[in-house]
């Protein structure tokens, strides 16, 4: 596994995969700062203050605050834009790693987009738990190292088996090798939680469930 993630991680910038890193980079910037955007104007339109010196004071709390949530919404973000690129860097990587062995077949736009928004969901409302939690010494990152471990490796290898499998067949693989799945869930969330790099988890998650569901496959 350990392998998998250093020759995925290398793969991510290699030129195969510049122009999709790009635009998913591209893409998750442009996410959160609309968000942040959004939450600065929220806070400003709700909280109306005659000081001076205390509206200086909210605007630099605001920003420190959206910086730290920021972080926190990495996850979700980075999830909704891998539904985007997911199958275009999935392709890439079997035609070029694995050219013997069969390519796998894209889901359907709706099924795809589907399961996209369906796991943003989940991600950012356990995200917002772990920061809600921000105050609690040691748990907050519990949360949101055990959480995202388990749902990034439970959704990056559903998404990447389910170009050759059925979603029941999905599921008994995920269950025979939920240990492994999940140890490859951590070492995404490890990168998601390294500010700047946390961008490239679309290209990176995607490439290195690829490799790890052929891997798992051949076990059995």
């Keep these: 596994m350990l392998r998998d ?14 122009r999709v890193l790009l635009r998913s980079v591209g893409l998750a910037i442009g996410l959160l700062i609309a968000l942040g955007v959004g939450a ?11 000081l001076r010196w205390a509206e200086i004071t909210i605007d630099i709390l605001a920003a420190f605050g959206i910086f730290i949530g920021a972080i926190f919404l990495v996850p ?13 860097v999935a392709a890439q990587v079997e035609r070029s790693d694995f050219p013997l062995e ?21 991600m950012l409302a356990v995200n917002l738990v772990a920061l809600l939690l921000l105050l609690v010494p040691g748990v907050n990152l519990v949360v949101f190292y055990v959480a995202n471990g388990y749902l990034l490796g439970r959704e990056y290898f559903q998404l990447a088996a389910m170009r050759y499998r059925s979603e029941d067949e999905v599921a008994l693989l995920r269950r025979h090798h939920a240990g492994a799945i999940f140890l490859g869930g951590l070492v995404i969330a490890a990168v998601v939680s390294v500010p700047i790099l946390n961008l490239i988890t679309p290209v990176f998650a995607t490439i290195f469930m690829v490799r790890l569901h052929k ?6």
């Design 5 to 18: 993630a250093i020759t995925a991680f290398a793969q991510t910038f290699s030129p195969e995969y510049r």
């Design 40 to 50: 600065h104007y929220a806070l400003t339109y709700f909280v109306a203050l005659d």
């Design 76 to 88: 979700p973000v980075t999830s909704l834009v891998a539904g985007l690129f997911l199958d275009d």
């Design 102 to 122: 069969p390519e796998g077949q894209a889901l359907p736009i709706g099924r795809s987009l589907w399961l996209t928004v369906k796991f943003f969901g989940v």
């Design 215 to 220: 891997r798992l496959s051949r076990a059995g």
